[in-house]
T-cell receptor, first 110, second 113 residues
Framework: GQQVMQIPQYQHVQEGEDFTTYCNSS?????IQWYKQRPGGHPVFLIQ?????EVKKQKRLTFQFGEAKKNSSLHITATQTTDVGTYFC??????????FGTGTRLTIIP | ETGVTQTPRHLVMGMTNKKSLKCEQH?????MYWYKQSAKKPLELMFV???????ENNSVPSRFSPECPNSSHLFLHLHTLQPEDSALYLC????????????FGPGTRLTVT
């Protein structure tokens, strides 16, 4: 079946260090979405990428969509304690639903 | 954020009980979703409603029964659940369909004893 693999599963970083999570699909995606879920909270939409090679920025967050539209990444520069949470990618294969990755749980060491 | 609300927030039920989860969205969206979130598993889509019609039933056991009386309300009726059904149940809505960003409610933490 169509799956979205996300790595790493966990990431512990010192405050101020950078963080990156990767999302990979075996087949081409129509688009990809990114969500953040704080501990004890619910997923919150961050961004949607649609075009091949697209790069979008939100303050310290940089999102990329691969040229082949099979992979994506989220990079956070100079992490802060407010960045703690689990980051999910969700792929749209054009089959009537989003397929979520397993998420990357980010913890920050102050 | 109060765009999507869910009640109850926590629910403990026995395997022979019948209960219902409620979701309401105040965003004027046309599509609503039920997801199950278990530990160490990806979010699992259960049901999708678009303009009050069910468009996706992701091989969910019949002990889960959805109801969408209008575009603002969504229910999940539960009966004779199993302990492995314990999870966080999330409701979400989107402007039209799954191609658009989804707005999640706070979830109902369900424990089946």
């Amino acid at each position: 079946g169509q799956q979205v693999m996300q790595i790493p599963q966990y990431q512990h970083v010192q405050e101020g260090e950078d963080f990156t999570t990767y999302c990979n699909s075996s087949t081409t995606l129509s688009n990809i979405q990114w969500y953040k879920q704080r501990p004890g909270g619910h997923p919150v939409f961050l961004i949607q990428l649609v075009k091949s090679g697209e790069v979008k920025k939100q303050k310290r967050l940089t999102f990329q969509f691969g040229e082949a539209k099979k992979n994506s990444s989220l990079h956070i520069t100079a992490t802060q304690t407010t960045d703690v949470g689990t980051y999910f990618c969700a792929g749209d294969f054009g089959n009537e639903k989003l397929t979520f990755g397993t998420g990357t749980r980010l913890t920050i060491i102050p | 954020e109060t765009g999507v609300t869910q009640t109850p927030r926590h629910l403990v039920m026995g395997m022979t009980n019948k209960k219902s989860l409620k979701c309401e969205q105040h965003l004027g969206h046309n599509a609503m979703y039920w997801y199950k979130q278990s530990a160490k598993k990806p979010l699992e889509l259960m049901f999708v409603y678009s303009l009050e019609e069910r468009v996706e039933n992701n091989s969910v056991p019949s002990r889960f029964s959805p109801e969408c009386p209008n575009s603002s309300h969504l229910f999940l009726h539960l009966h004779t659940l199993q302990p492995e059904d314990s999870a966080l149940y999330l409701c979400a809505s989107s402007p039209r369909d799954f191609h658009y960003e989804q707005y999640f409610g706070p979830g109902t933490r369900l424990t089946v004893t």
